[in-house]
């Protein structure tokens, strides 16, 4: 069953705009990941932020978490055509990780 | 490494046959993960291994799955009989358990079954 879910199921944009996507989960969480599936492939991790921590960055990404609403948001800034991709987001306790449904990011060129 | 090996990546095959899916993680990982991604329910955990041991089954769908890991380099799912509605992509994954900064898992490119 899902654990995570991803809001807006489908966002585009124009190349150099941010992109902004949500995720909503119901259950205590150790961590939160968010991953990228480009079509027809696996997912690739993006980026990892603990239960403890509040925001986390990575080159063009920005994480942050709320704990208390249970929620995180994973921000794309100066999108690219090459990041259009699903994203999703992946609650862990431990091994057992519950993914969302995903968001469709379409980057217009 | 060649990262996670998942074959074959594409099956089309009969309701009621047999199919086996089969994965070999990246060298060195102890956990193995298989997933499957449809549509509808999108990505689902059905199972997972620890050093070659299952640890949770409680993904799997019903008595027609069943998963083996005989070594620490090679897993196969199994469906048997197959039905249409288990026509979806499984997905293989695998991590260590040394990485403890990112516990990423890593991903392998799929493989999508066709049951007609």
């Known amino acids: 069953s899902q654990q995570g879910e991803e809001d807006p199921q489908a966002l585009s944009i124009q190349e150099g705009e941010n992109a902004t996507m949500n995720c909503s989960y119901k259950?205590?969480?150790?961590?939160l990941q968010w991953y990228r599936q480009n079509s027809g492939r696996g997912l690739v991790h993006l980026i990892l932020?603990?239960?403890?921590?509040r925001e986390k960055h990575s080159g063009r990404l920005r994480v942050t978490l709320d704990t208390s609403k249970k929620s995180s948001s994973l921000l794309i800034t100066a999108s690219r055509a090459a990041d259009t991709a699903s994203y999703f987001c992946?609650?862990?306790?431990?091994?057992?990780?519950?993914f969302g449904a995903g968001t469709r990011l379409t980057v217009k060129p | 490494d060649a990262g996670v090996i998942q074959s074959p990546r594409h099956e089309v095959t009969e309701m009621g046959q047999e199919v086996t899916l089969r994965c070999k993680p990246i060298?060195?990982?102890?956990?193995l993960f298989w997933y499957r991604q449809t549509m509808m329910r999108g990505l689902e955990l059905l199972i997972y291994?620890?050093?070659?041991?299952?640890?949770?089954d409680s993904g799997m769908p019903e008595d027609r799955f069943s998963a083996k890991m005989p070594n620490a380099s090679f897993s196969t799912l199994k469906i048997q009989p197959s039905e249409p509605r288990d026509s979806a992509v499984y997905f293989c994954?695998?991590?260590?358990?040394?990485?403890?900064?990112?516990?990423?898992?890593?991903f392998g490119p799929g493989t999508r079954l066709t049951v007609t």
């Open positions: 992946a609650t862990d306790k431990g091994n057992d990780m519950r």
């Open positions: 291994f620890n050093n070659n041991v299952p640890i949770d």
């Open positions: 259950t205590s969480i150790n961590n």
């Open positions: 994954a695998s991590r260590s358990s040394r990485d403890r900064s990112s516990y990423e898992q890593y």
């Open positions: 932020i603990r239960s403890n921590e």
């Open positions: 060298s060195g990982h102890d956990y």
